[in-house]
């Protein structure tokens, strides 16, 4: 299975988009946005900004086992 590390963060709150890659070994929780500084938590369901705001899920959530 090839696992996608970059994926794109949407901000819900001024619509910025910034392109990054994600961590393999832990999951990102919070994330600031670089454009209007606003925190990013995931929601609720979610484990992290990437499974939220990201373009693709996270590697864990890729590969079919649980985040964190």
Avoid: R, W
Wanted: aromatic letters at 8%.
């Amino acid at each position: 299975m090839n696992i996608e590390l970059q994926s794109t963060i949407t901000c819900p709150y001024c619509g910025h988009k910034k392109e990054e890659t994600m961590p393999t070994d832990a999951c990102q929780y919070f994330y600031e946005c670089e454009n209007c500084k606003k925190v990013l938590k995931p929601k609720q369901g979610d484990c992290c900004v990437y499974c939220s705001y990201g373009t693709v899920k996270c590697p864990p959530i890729q590969q079919g086992t649980s985040c964190c």
